[in-house]
């Protein structure tokens, strides 16, 4: 059974940056390096809303919010996609989602909470 696990958030000061981990489990390598993964988040309030996104190829693409700031990248040998996040302001403040698309099927992670507050 595949499984998304997120790591990294935590409370960050605005101006810092923070970097998420989606490790991938229960799927094999061709089937992962053959996936498109993507960050959402949610802030209290309000709906889900896609942050970035990364193709097999690593061809990438970014909510404009987040263009310039964020950085989506993945390592496909360790099964795992990484979300570098920098120049945190307070509005980034949500609870962060992995989710990946493998074969025909969509898979969530559990979510991380990610805060930026003085």
């Known amino acids: 059974q595949v499984q998304l696990v997120e790591s990294g958030g935590g409370l960050v000061q605005p101006g810092g940056s923070l970097r998420l981990s989606c490790a991938a489990s229960?799927?094999?390598?061709?089937?992962?390096?053959?996936?498109?993964v993507n960050w959402y988040r949610q802030a209290p309030g309000k709906e889900r809303e896609l942050v970035a996104q990364?193709?097999?190829?690593?061809?990438?693409s970014y909510a404009d919010a987040m263009k310039g700031r964020f950085t989506i990248s993945r390592d496909n040998g360790h099964y795992t996609v990484y979300l570098q996040m920098n120049s945190l302001k307070p509005e980034d403040t949500a609870v962060y989602y992995c989710?990946?698309?493998?074969?025909?099927?969509?898979?969530w992670g559990q979510g991380i909470q990610v805060t930026v507050s003085s």
């Open positions: 229960g799927v094999t390598y061709s089937r992962f390096v053959t996936s498109v």
């Open positions: 990364i193709k097999p190829g690593g061809s990438t």
């Open positions: 989710n990946a698309n493998i074969g025909i099927e969509f898979y």
